[in-house]
């Protein structure tokens, strides 16, 4: 689910069986098991956890503004045996963790190079930020480059 539809013709791409934007979710009454919430917004985080069915769980991982709040309904986490989880960075365990990744990688069942929608210069960290902010890229990797003079 993402608002961008960019996002939602990838994740078909890569084999989503359904994609949605927050609204069509919502419309169609979405529920399920598991929702991961990525965004870090206020009314995302209310909408995965509307999407919740019985018993579902929804995984926060967004980092919101300092002192934003999101508004639920404790009664629905009750009656539905709901579960909230946060999780920052994944709370992995990157002594443990990155070899299993990298395995996952090179064995071509994690594709990271997927997930790199552009490449950029320092020079244009400004312009990434702002694609950042607007949700139009999903991750963006920083070069490095140094002239000749600046080497020695």
Sequence with gaps: MDAQESKLDLARQWGATAAYTPEEALER???VDVVLEAAGHPRAFETAFRLLGLGGTLVTVGLPAPGAVSSI???RLT???QSIVGSYLGSAVPQRDIPVFEQL???GKL???RLVSRQISLDEINEGMDA???GSGIRQVITFES???ERK
Excluded: F, I, N, Q
């Design 29 to 31: 009454s979405v529920a």
């Design 73 to 75: 309904e404790p009664l």
């Design 79 to 81: 009656a539905k045996a």
């Design 105 to 107: 990688w090179r064995e």
């Design 111 to 113: 594709p990271l190079e």
């Design 132 to 134: 950042l902010a607007s």
């Design 147 to 149: 002239t000749e003079s």
